[in-house]
């Protein structure tokens, strides 16, 4: 696929779309050095990945069933259904963690942008190994307890899980942005 085509064909799958395959050990590396290949002003890598797959996605999927369920303990079967399976529907789920810190010369915001481009980098990769994926944060994201047993430390950030795996059927494209609505050109 060249490369505009791969870019303007890109889009998100929702992880209870994806199935495996997903990426083997090879793939996986590519990914991720892909991933890393952003721009990152002084050369700080202000980020670094937690992968989840196998066994370990059921584990990290009942740390947020039972987080969930400790706040919402009448939550209905729906509700324990979705926080339950929160890392087990896609094949493997990448967790990319921001460890932007105060520096003398490198904004924080620099630097978490820099994560952020990590997450659009995989997701980019993903769909140019033949694979799908999602970009997504919810609530775990923000909980620093829950975090901190999906390996987050309490000084960091999670850009995102991007959930990646094989599509299970061809899913239809969003309406896109009006370039015309969105664009200025300054004079």
């Known amino acids: 696929m060249e490369a505009v085509d791969l870019l303007k064909t890109r889009r998100s799958v929702p992880p209870a779309l994806l199935t495996a395959p997903g990426p083997d050990a090879a793939q996986l590396q590519t990914l991720l050095t892909i991933a890393t290949r952003v721009p990152d002003h002084g050369k700080l890598q202000p980020w670094r990945f937690v992968i989840y797959q196998g066994a370990a996605r059921e584990k990290a ?20 259904r979705k926080e339950g399976t929160r890392f087990s529907l896609a094949p493997m789920v990448i967790g990319v963690v921001s460890t932007a810190a105060n520096h003398a010369k490198i904004p924080l915001w620099e630097q978490e942008l820099s994560a952020g481009a990590v997450c659009e980098n995989l997701v ?28 987050i430390a309490s000084h960091e950030k999670l850009a995102g899980f991007v959930h990646i795996g094989t599509p299970k059927e061809a899913v ?16």
């Open 124 to 151: 980019i990769s993903a769909h140019a190994l033949g694979f799908a994926a999602s970009w997504l944060t919810g609530w775990i994201a923000y909980d620093i307890k829950v975090l901190a047993r999906l390996g």
């Open 61 to 80: 999927s009942r740390i947020v069933l039972d987080a969930f369920l400790a706040a919402n303990p009448d939550a209905d079967e729906a509700a324990r």
């Open 172 to 187: 239809p494209d969003r309406p896109r942005p009006n370039l015309a609505e969105i664009t200025h050109h300054f004079s």
